[in-house]
């Protein structure tokens, strides 16, 4: 009775043990069974108006309707869990392929909608997860019972990132209270380098609490020896920390986090991949936390000049004024320019040169885009070569942990004689069992040879007591194995779990970067080298910030108001002056464009003469490499034309000409050839207006050309060819080359030789002119050789002819100007830096020779230069000889030259820069002209004004019996970087 009773007790023992452990250790759920859907769920993201939503990254082989419940806690350091959110029960429909699910958070808490307020409100006010350990479950219930089930574990670091909303504040609490050093409107030196920045945040500490406390947070100050730690509290709970370096000056440090935000913000993502979101939430959170308040900014500057005459031949004012103004801001999220300019000297002025202009910067929007494109792919890149190496490093742990788990195994089964051998992939419950069965029969056989053997020795009382003590000692021996196998079991039981935890964090990365790859990288791969905006914008609106305007700025090629100089094709809108209106906009078919407003042309008599102009043209992207365009143009004369006939007496109707309003329609393509060949073309038609429209298409009215250019095979020599053809009937008098009637051949070659040492190239020029009775043509060639090193002198030597009329007799009755010459050129050149300086060697020549309207002309310039530049000092001297051969030029002074000059300038401190100057200048007759020149730079120090102030004082003459005149000369400039917030 007394053995029995022992005997239960033990039996009591191990099952109160087993239901212990088993309780402490709750079964693994099964696995999931909805097989045909993928997904990632990250933490919650935040939009406009402060509204939260659940992202799921998910690709689905097929349309498909799920329950959706998403649970987030998050875990203090005791383990202590709260329920931070919950979307119980959300019905969604999954389509066909991968995409993101955006699930909005409910207005209101029921029983399937829950939201900590606390959470919230701090994620509203840091504009990014509040610190913290999460752990999100996500489950998908399908109507046939069928469950995806997945935990994601995610640790959100102390460190404010800098796209903080509140960092941001603290930034410009700071900047706001502590005066930099502006020097070239730059943050070359700081005001506030010798204090601390612990004293610093000591004295702005009110500030800062009161910013914060606007904004419901509390701000608490810490200072170690090498950092200073302001906590960020919200209802006293601790959602991150401001970290400023206490060895580096506090402004220098806010100013490069800044411009990290502002240049490569996708530097700032985390690629812990095991502990953030995916790249593309944390670059959709990134980019649309950082948006700055709109800002004008741009340079406005007023230039005062005066003088007591002006020299012979110049055209311009004694006392004038100029207002110049280049501003940038951004318009319905639009960014814009605009730039202006006027001087009083237009007054007295038939040809205006003031002007104004807005401009879509459609360049800042392109570099914003690449910069977040390029910026994502760096980073994914980086990701990518992380995950690998700590996958490998995760996958080693996870072998090595399995040889131990096998190690366990057999010392159990080899210590313990347990005869199973699925000791750990069984549950608690299947081992309790096991093991209870095992030592049951064990017990009950050994009990039963004890029993026998007492049976036979009843009458000793030794023997009664020896049986007792034999169960005793044999019931210790199995509370002992009992306990050290539970013991084995437990370490087994660890490392399967580490096992697990293991296999699951690889997992969930392998997740992640599948959904980063799919929705982002793949999509850019392809568009890197691409310079449509549009395809950007498709390609990338996965980590892009919903914004309508961008959408709409992704399809804005151009939009400009003002004087602008368009350029269509070569025989329509080449570069004409334009005051009107000019966009174009991509419609996806095709690039649209519209040009409409008024051209100029400076007739013989001076007058500018205006033409009301418009174009439409479209583009289409044929392939990658194969690009078409159309183009309707037309000009009309502006009534001042009409009235001006005598003008246009006795020219021919055929002849270019303003008189009449003229359409062209014009096409023109670029493409590749076998992948090394560019081949360019344009083909052209005009038409008066009343004439049938098949007249265009008539070979008088036609001109063309087409281009190859590429590089000759197994060669260094780079190749360019054209034929060009201009109708005798093509007209189009906006251009500034009349092209009728003209044919013309080029052929040129240009290769680099002898380790990039050496640059030739030769060049081959063919023009024929036909018109009426007569027919003529001229052959040039022209060439260029240049040297390139840093060792020796470069040198250079070129000779460029040029012709673009057809005959002398047609620049009499044709308003425009054509040009024949050639230029000849030459230089040498050699640099040396010597322990902070540069020496600059240089000699120059240079001839032109032209014919303008069979005016001739010629000119050429030798001049030989040596500049020294250091960090504070810049010197320059010239000596040279100019010669022009002109019969319009009235004395020997324009005609023969020898001139001397020397300038010399120095940084005396961080906001005055000096300078001076001396020419010298001699004619035929012997000195012609002296003069002393000065100016001073004034930078000061609290706003970004630039002051400049010039004199000049000169005396000359020029002719040898002349008296000496003398000039006095000057100018003040004003020059404001502006820089102030909209909103």
Avoid at 2 to 27: C, D, E, K, Q, V
Avoid at 436 to 460: F, G, I, P, V
Wanted: proline fraction near 3%; aromatic fraction near 12%; include cysteine.
């Amino acid at each position: 009775m007394r053995f029995s009773l022992r005997f239960l007790l033990i039996i009591l023992l191990y099952t109160y043990i087993w239901s212990t452990y088993a309780n402490a250790t709750p079964a693994d759920k099964k696995d999931s069974v909805l097989t045909n859907i993928k997904v990632y769920a990250d933490l919650p993201l935040i939009e406009k108006g402060h509204k939260l939503f659940q992202e799921l990254k998910y690709a689905s082989t097929a349309k498909q309707e799920l329950s959706v419940t998403c649970v987030c806690y998050t875990y203090d350091c005791k383990g202590d869990s709260t329920l931070i959110y919950s979307i119980r029960n959300r019905p969604c429909v999954f389509e066909k392929g991968t995409s993101i699910l955006k699930l909005p958070f409910s207005q209101y808490n029921d029983r399937n909608n829950y939201l900590l307020d606390n959470f919230y409100k701090s994620f509203v006010g840091l504009n990014t997860i509040p610190f913290g350990q999460y752990k999100l479950f996500l489950s998908l219930q399908s109507k046939d019972s069928q469950c995806y089930s997945y935990v994601y574990v995610y640790a959100i670091d102390s460190t404010l990132v800098p796209y903080s909303s509140i960092k941001r504040t603290i930034d410009r609490v700071i900047n706001a209270n502590i005066t930099p050093s502006v020097i070239n409107n730059t943050l070359s030196q700081f005001s506030v380098v010798a204090t601390k920045p612990s004293k610093v945040l000591a004295r702005l500490s009110r500030k800062l609490e009161h910013a914060l406390a606007q904004k419901g947070f509390e701000l608490k100050q810490e200072t170690d020896a090498l950092r200073n730690y302001l906590s960020i509290y919200f209802n006293a709970k601790f959602v991150g920390r401001y970290v400023i370096a206490e060895n580096t000056p506090i402004l220098e440090q806010v100013s490069v986090r800044q411009n990290s935000v502002k240049q490569n913000i996708a530097s700032l993502s985390n690629l812990d991949f095991l502990q953030s979101n995916t790249l593309l939430s944390q670059m959709k959170s990134m980019l649309d936390g950082s948006k700055d308040p709109i800002e004008l900014m741009g340079t406005l500057s007023v230039t005062s000049s005066f003088a007591s005459a002006q020299p012979e031949y110049a055209n311009l004012d004694n006392n004038y004024y100029e207002l110049r103004g280049d501003l940038a801001t951004k318009l319905f999220s639009i960014p814009v320019s605009l730039e202006a300019y006027y001087t009083s000297q237009d007054q007295n002025r038939r040809l205006k040169s003031s002007f104004l202009r807005l401009h879509y910067d459609v360049s800042k929007y392109r570099s914003s885009m690449q910069t977040a494109i390029n910026g994502f792919k760096q980073q994914f890149d980086q990701l990518e070569a992380k995950g690998k190496g700590m996958e490998m490093l995760y996958d080693n742990s996870i072998n090595q942990l399995q040889r131990q788990k096998s190690n366990l195994i057999a010392i159990v089964q080899q210590q313990s004689g347990v005869p199973f051998s699925n000791f750990a992939s069984s549950s608690q419950e299947e081992v309790k069992q096991q093991i209870e069965a095992y030592l049951m029969r064990k017990l009950t056989d050994t009990l039963t040879t004890l029993k026998q053997s007492a049976n036979k020795k009843l009458d000793s009382v030794a023997s009664q007591s020896n049986l007792i003590a034999k169960s005793k000692t044999f019931a210790d021996s199995v509370e002992r194995i009992y306990q050290h196998l539970m013991h084995r079991y437990k370490e087994i039981q660890a490392l399967e779990i580490k096992i697990n935890k293991y296999s699951k964090l690889i997992a969930q990365y392998k997740n992640a970067h599948y959904f980063d790859s799919s929705l982002g990288y793949s999509q850019i791969q392809n568009l890197i080298q691409e310079n449509n905006p549009r395809k950007w914008f498709n390609a990338s609106q996965h980590f892009m910030p919903k914004n309508k305007s961008m959408q709409f700025l992704s399809r804005l090629i151009n939009f400009d108001i003002g004087v602008i100089n368009s350029y269509a094709s070569k025989y329509t809108m080449a570069g004409q002056q334009l005051r009107g209106v000019d966009m174009a906009y991509d419609i996806g078919v095709c690039k649209l464009g519209i040009s409409i407003g008024n051209t100029a042309f400076v007739g013989r008599d001076g007058v500018q003469d205006k033409y009301f102009t418009y174009m439409v043209k479209s583009a289409f992207a044929l392939s990658k490499n194969q690009q078409a365009q159309l183009v309707y143009y037309s000009y009309i004369p502006s009534l001042q034309q009409e009235l001006n006939m005598p003008f246009y007496k006795n020219i021919e109707f055929t002849l270019p000409s303003f008189k009449n309003p003229v359409h062209i329609l014009s096409s023109n393509y670029e493409g590749m050839l076998f992948k090394a060949i560019t081949i360019r073309g344009e083909l052209a038609s005009s038409r008066f207006s009343g004439q049938d429209w098949m007249t265009n298409f008539q070979s008088t009215k036609l001109a063309w050309n087409i281009s190859l250019e590429g590089q000759l095979p197994h060669t260094p020599l780079q190749f360019k060819t054209l034929v060009e053809h201009g109708g005798i009937d093509f007209n189009n008098a906006t251009l500034p080359i009349n092209i009728s009637g003209t044919d013309r051949y080029q052929c040129a070659l240009r290769g680099t030789f002898l380790k990039s040492f050496l640059t030739a190239s030769i060049d081959f020029n063919r023009l024929q002119q036909q018109n009426f009775s007569y027919a003529g043509g001229n052959n040039k060639w022209g060439f260029e050789l240049a040297t390139h090193s840093k060792q020796y002198p470069s040198i250079s030597l070129g000779y460029k002819p040029y012709a673009t009329f057809r005959s002398y007799a047609d620049t009499f009755l044709i308003p425009q100007r054509p040009i024949v010459g050639a230029v000849s050129t030459g230089k040498l050149s050699y640099q040396f830096k010597r322990a902070g300086s540069v020496w600059r060697f240089m000699a120059m020549y240079n001839k032109s020779v032209s014919i303008i309207d069979t005016l001739s002309y010629a000119a050429q310039i030798s001049q030989g230069v040596v500049a020294y530049a250091s960090k504070i000092w810049q010197a320059s001297m010239s000596i040279g000889a100019t010669s022009i051969e002109n019969a319009t030029q009235l004395t020997v002074v324009h005609q023969q030259t020898k001139f001397f000059s020397l300038l010399l300038s120095k940084q005396l401190n961080p906001h005055v820069f000096v300078s001076g100057g001396l020419d010298v200048a001699y004619a035929a007759f012997g000195l012609t002209k002296y003069g002393m020149s000065a100016s001073i730079n004034y930078t000061t120090s609290r706003l970004p004004v630039l002051i400049r102030v010039a004199a000049r004082n000169m005396t000359y003459k020029l002719l040898a019996d002349d008296a000496w005149k003398k000039l006095y000369s000057g100018s003040v400039e004003f020059v404001w970087k502006l820089k102030m917030k909209l909103t």
